[in-house]
């Protein structure tokens, strides 16, 4: 089993808050991880990653520098399931930094798809034409 760990961090919600990230070779592996990780944490224990493609774990109601883990399948690193999941971490960090009382979690899921959804397609219009022949930008964004 293979698996690549890095960090991710960001200032702009006015605090440090920073994402560990996990990349795996192996599905399954990716899916027992979240699947422990939801018993031993989550405030929904009973949550399933079956189906999961990536999975976005937050801490939630106490002051962490990190908020939280994001896993992903290499076999499923397109522009839609990133902004999924990354989503679900930014809304973490805006709900716990800025304004508490901001999302039901049913609406938080159907906001992550549509953000998803949306970036897939538009990344996807964008590589049929061509803008992405050089990698990144001036901005590194
Ligand atoms: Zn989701």
Not at 84 to 100: F, P, R, S
Request: hydrophobic residues 40%; positive net charge; contains cysteine.
């Amino acid at each position: 089993m293979t698996v690549v760990k890095f960090q991710i961090a960001t200032r702009r919600s006015g605090e440090y808050r920073t994402i560990s990230v996990i990349v795996y070779d192996d599905l399954g592996q990716m899916r027992r991880d979240a699947t422990r990780w939801g018993k031993l944490y989550s405030a929904n224990p009973n949550g399933y990653f079956d189906q999961a493609l990536g999975v976005a774990h937050r801490w939630n109601g106490t002051k962490r520098t990190s908020a939280g883990i994001i896993r992903l399948w290499r076999g499923a690193l397109g522009a839609g399931l990133i902004a999924h999941e990354v989503t679900h971490l930014a809304i973490g960090i805006y709900q716990h930094d800025c304004n508490k009382d901001l999302f039901e979690i049913e609406n938080e899921e159907i906001l992550c798809h549509l953000i998803g959804e949306l970036n897939a397609k538009l990344c996807a219009a964008l590589w049929k034409r061509k803008f992405y022949e050089k990698e990144g930008n001036e901005h590194g964004e």
